[in-house]
Structure formats: structure tokens, C-alpha cells
């Protein structure tokens, strides 16, 4: 009788513990609605490549994919349809507003992660995230206002339109600070303080130990930050739409006035369109391009991501 009790209890405490035969109601329904929202999200992103891709194919129908990314004329009164001139001004607009967003936003993310003090950090931060809360379309007439006769002056009245690339790309930039400031800081402050203070006990300076060791253990996330801000700045619409102009021209030359892919769009779409046209296809194909230009910044972001990043225990 003794031994059977041992080994019945023996038995008991070699049972493996379940989990799952103790259900929670409250788990089980948080549980569902994630699965809920990321299911969603799935859903989302097909049924916009499915109405991108099915209204792009009726436009390559009447236009070749060959003309369509070799042809430098955007026209579709005299049915040219050569995405070459938005595409440029989108690169160039997007390359002005990184040489602004990525140095300052990184110098910003530095300070408040390894020099600012606790209430210079609760100053700053929020005067930052003000910066993000204006509207984009505030930061347009800003840029028409104030940065096109600032650019006039240094550069000269004859030399830069009053629509033009530049102000908006350096507007642009200005917008993005926030972003990639943010992003960067939540990378570096999350760098083990334990490599801060093994830096400090080999004799290295704060500015030392922040750019050759804490700055090379966040490059993951750094990395990630900067790509979004490519993504937010290539994607931005009503600056553009306002201060860099209206007319769909192929040029190197950022004090021109030009179109964005994304301005084109905004214009257009609100005009006396009619459904199935050619003009109306030609927005999906221009927002199937946008699509596949953040797509491949995000397979690469993933890649170098993967490739830099760094696992502390």
C-alpha cells in the first residue's frame, strides 16, 4: 500500500505543467484580437497591391513598360507618358531633405542620448515631437514663404523660381528631424550601459565613447530609422504639392520648378477625371512605382539590419 502511494506521487510530480489546460478568458480574447490586427494588416497590404497592380496593367495595355521608364516627357495631352521627370524630382527632393534629416536628426538623437541632462532631455523631446505635430501642408507655405526668398537672396533673384526643388527638399528635411531623431535615440539608448562604462574605464572621452562605441552598437537601429525617413521623404506629398511646383520637368537643376511623383498624384486626382482613362490608370502606375521603390528600401533595411545587428544578454 505504501509503495503504491509512492509511486502515485512519484507520478504527480514528474507530470509535465500545461499551460493550456488552465484557459484564461482575458488572454484568450487580447490573444484573438492581435491575431485579429495582424491579420487585417495582411489583408490591407494584398488588397492594395491588388488594386495598384489590376488598374496599372490597364494602363501598360495602351502604354509600353519600355516607354513608360525610359521616356523623359510627362504629357498626357499629347500622350507621352514618361515617368523619368517625376521620378527625378522625387530623387532630388528626397536627396536635399536626407542631407538635412539624417546629419541633424543623428547629432540630435547623440546629444539627448549621451550629453543632455534629464531636464534638458524633458525640454527638448517635446519641442521635437511639436515639430512632427505640424501639418504638412503648414511646412508647404513655409517653404514657399520663408525658404524661396531666403534662397533667393543668397542665391540671386535670377536663379532660383519661385516654385522650385530645393526649398521643398530643405523643408522636407526639416519635417523629418523628429523622425529620425526619435528612432535613432530609442536605438542608442537601448546600447547596455556596461559598454559606456567599460569605455570610460580605458580612458575614452564621452565624445569617443559615443561615436566609436555606442554609435557602432546601435547601427541597427540607426540604420532602420534612416530608411524610414528615405520612405517618409519620398512618400510626402503636400509639401511638394505646394512649393516645388506644378509641371512635370526633366531636370538636374533644384532651383527649377518640378513635379514629385506624389504632387502629380494630388493634382490630378482632384481634377474632372474620368473613370477607366488613360490619365486615371496613369495614377496607379505612378502609385505602383511608389510602391515598389518603398518595397525595395524596406528588403534592404531588413538586410542590414539583420547584417549589423547586435544581441546583448
Given at each position: 500500500?505504501?509503495?503504491?502511494?509512492?509511486?502515485t506521487s512519484q507520478r504527480e510530480t514528474?507530470?509535465?505543467?500545461?499551460?493550456?489546460?488552465?484557459?484564461?478568458?482575458?488572454?484568450?480574447?487580447?490573444?484573438?484580437?492581435?491575431?485579429?490586427?495582424?491579420?487585417?494588416?495582411?489583408?490591407?497590404?494584398?488588397?492594395?497591391?491588388?488594386?495598384l497592380g489590376s488598374e496599372s496593367i490597364?494602363?501598360?495595355?495602351?502604354?509600353?513598360?519600355?516607354?513608360?521608364?525610359?521616356?523623359?516627357?510627362?504629357?498626357?495631352?499629347?500622350?507621352?507618358?514618361?515617368?523619368?521627370?517625376?521620378?527625378?524630382?522625387?530623387?532630388?527632393?528626397?536627396?536635399i531633405a536626407m542631407f538635412i534629416a539624417?546629419?541633424?536628426?543623428?547629432?540630435?538623437?547623440?546629444?539627448?542620448?549621451?550629453?543632455?541632462?534629464?531636464?534638458?532631455?524633458?525640454?527638448?523631446?517635446?519641442?521635437?515631437?511639436?515639430?512632427?505635430?505640424?501639418?504638412?501642408?503648414?511646412?508647404?507655405?513655409?517653404?514657399?514663404?520663408?525658404?524661396?526668398?531666403?534662397?533667393?537672396?543668397?542665391?540671386?533673384?535670377?536663379?532660383?523660381?519661385?516654385?522650385?526643388?530645393?526649398?521643398?527638399?530643405?523643408?522636407?528635411?526639416?519635417?523629418?528631424?523628429?523622425?529620425?531623431?526619435?528612432?535613432?535615440?530609442?536605438?542608442?539608448?537601448?546600447?547596455?550601459?556596461?559598454?559606456?562604462?567599460?569605455?570610460?574605464?580605458?580612458?575614452?572621452?564621452?565624445?569617443?565613447?559615443?561615436?566609436?562605441?555606442?554609435?557602432?552598437?546601435?547601427?541597427?537601429?540607426?540604420?532602420?530609422?534612416?530608411?524610414?525617413?528615405?520612405?517618409?521623404?519620398?512618400?510626402?506629398?503636400?509639401?511638394?504639392?505646394?512649393?516645388?511646383?506644378?509641371?512635370?520637368?526633366?531636370?538636374?537643376?533644384?532651383?527649377?520648378?518640378?513635379?514629385?511623383?506624389?504632387?502629380?498624384?494630388?493634382?490630378?486626382?482632384?481634377?474632372?477625371?474620368?473613370?477607366?482613362?488613360?490619365?486615371?490608370?496613369?495614377?496607379?502606375?505612378?502609385?505602383?512605382?511608389?510602391?515598389?521603390?518603398?518595397?525595395?528600401?524596406?528588403?534592404?533595411?531588413?538586410?542590414?539590419?539583420?547584417?549589423?545587428?547586435?544581441?546583448?544578454?
Amino acid at each position: 500500500m505504501d509503495s503504491r502511494r509512492i509511486t502515485t506521487s512519484q507520478r504527480e510530480t514528474t507530470r509535465p505543467f500545461s499551460l493550456k489546460k488552465q484557459p484564461r478568458l482575458g488572454e484568450s480574447i487580447i490573444q484573438g484580437f492581435l491575431l485579429f490586427c495582424g491579420v487585417l494588416s495582411m489583408f490591407t497590404t494584398i488588397g492594395i497591391v491588388i488594386v495598384l497592380g489590376s488598374e496599372s496593367i490597364a494602363f501598360f495595355r495602351q502604354v509600353s513598360i519600355v516607354e513608360f521608364v525610359t521616356n523623359t516627357v510627362w504629357s498626357p495631352q499629347i500622350d507621352e507618358f514618361g515617368i523619368l521627370p517625376l521620378l527625378l524630382s522625387t530623387l532630388l527632393t528626397s536627396t536635399i531633405a536626407m542631407f538635412i534629416a539624417l546629419p541633424t536628426g543623428l547629432a540630435a538623437a547623440i546629444y539627448l542620448s549621451e550629453y543632455a541632462s534629464r531636464r534638458a532631455r524633458s525640454i527638448l523631446k517635446p519641442v521635437l515631437e511639436v515639430l512632427a505635430g505640424v501639418p504638412t501642408v503648414v511646412y508647404g507655405y513655409f517653404a514657399l514663404k520663408f525658404m524661396t526668398p531666403l534662397l533667393k537672396s543668397v542665391f540671386g533673384e535670377a536663379n532660383v523660381n519661385i516654385y522650385n526643388m530645393a526649398s521643398a527638399g530643405l523643408v522636407m528635411g526639416i519635417m523629418i528631424i523628429p523622425l529620425v531623431s526619435s528612432m535613432s535615440e530609442d536605438a542608442l539608448s537601448a546600447v547596455p550601459r556596461t559598454l559606456r562604462e567599460g569605455a570610460y574605464g580605458l580612458g575614452a572621452t564621452r565624445l569617443e565613447t559615443a561615436i566609436k562605441v555606442v554609435l557602432p552598437a546601435g547601427i541597427s537601429g540607426i540604420i532602420a530609422a534612416f530608411v524610414v525617413a528615405i520612405s517618409r521623404a519620398v512618400g510626402e506629398t503636400m509639401i511638394v504639392a505646394v512649393a516645388a511646383g506644378a509641371k512635370p520637368t526633366f531636370t538636374f537643376n533644384p532651383f527649377e520648378a518640378a513635379e514629385t511623383m506624389t504632387g502629380h498624384i494630388a493634382r490630378i486626382s482632384g481634377g474632372d477625371l474620368s473613370y477607366a482613362s488613360i490619365d486615371y490608370n496613369s495614377i496607379f502606375a505612378i502609385g505602383l512605382t511608389l510602391f515598389l521603390m518603398t518595397l525595395g528600401l524596406n528588403m534592404i533595411s531588413r538586410r542590414l539590419v539583420r547584417r549589423f545587428r547586435e544581441v546583448y544578454e
